[in-house]
């Protein structure tokens, strides 16, 4: 069982270039999000997935889009890179949004924009 | 809007000894879930442990056990026996049970723990 897996896991990118974050889980969790780790910040919600073709944004969705065509996969996408979007990005799921249910973490991708 | 502080950036213990690292909420809502997540260098994101708003009872796993006290919006992190491993980041962590708020995780700034032989 791999959990959520995350690629890349380090990107650089050069101001103004876009990517895509990737985000697979073999869960069969309805529930998935993205958060942004900076320093003393702890981790923002960027966006979050109720299950596939739903998505909503969280607390710092400006520069992001996601989009959620299956139920394994959550990509982020950056149109076009910013240094300030520089940051460790991590996506989670979890079986539904429900209180109880615990989110489950992948491994991060730490991303330099310069 | 639920917000978590970590009002230490930094804290110590000596191995072996034992350690409380503060966490302090602010919400509307009576139904919840607060979490501590351990970080170590690895960045990987470990829940350490858990504490259902509806339970007096504090939660206890192993070493790590909490103390909460929900009159006060109060959720402490108490680690026995520290060792070497222990050595991490520590995120308090609010989950909202419904509304405009449903799924999300809200988390504090973060305490960096470091454990001296």
């Known amino acids: 069982n791999a959990g959520v897996t995350q690629t890349p896991k380090f990107q650089v990118l050069k101001t103004g270039q876009s990517m895509t974050l990737q985000c697979a889980q073999d869960?069969?969790?309805?529930?998935m999000s993205w958060y942004r780790q900076d320093p003393g910040m702890g981790l923002r919600l960027i966006h979050y997935?109720?299950?596939?073709?739903?998505?909503d944004q969280g607390e710092v969705p400006n520069g992001y889009n996601v989009s959620r065509s299956t139920t394994e996969d959550f990509p982020l996408r950056l149109l076009s890179a910013a240094p300030s979007q520089t940051s460790v990005y991590f996506c989670?799921?979890?079986?539904?949004?429900?209180?109880?249910?615990?989110?489950?973490f992948g491994a991060g991708t730490r991303l330099s924009v310069l | 809007a639920q917000t978590v502080t970590q009002s230490q950036p930094e804290m110590s213990v000596q191995e072996a000894e034992t350690v409380t690292l503060s966490c302090t909420y602010d919400?509307?809502?009576?139904?919840?879930?607060l979490f501590w997540y351990k970080q170590p260098p690895s960045r990987q994101m470990i829940l350490v442990i858990r504490?259902?708003?509806?339970?007096?009872q504090n939660a206890t796993e192993n070493r790590f056990s909490v103390n909460f006290q929900k009159a006060a919006k109060s959720f402490s992190l108490k680690i026995s026996d520290s060792q070497l491993g222990d050595a991490a980041m520590y995120f308090c962590?609010?989950?909202?049970?419904?509304?405009?708020?449903?799924?999300?995780?809200?988390f504090g700034q973060g305490t960096i723990l470091t454990v001296h032989p």
């Open positions: 504490q259902e708003a509806y339970k007096q």
């Open positions: 919400t509307s809502e009576s139904d919840y879930y």
């Open positions: 869960m069969n969790h309805e529930y």
């Open positions: 989670a799921s979890s079986l539904t949004g429900g209180v109880r249910n615990i989110q489950y």
């Open positions: 997935s109720v299950g596939a073709g739903i998505t």
């Open positions: 962590a609010y989950r909202s049970a419904g509304g405009t708020s449903y799924g999300k995780l809200t």
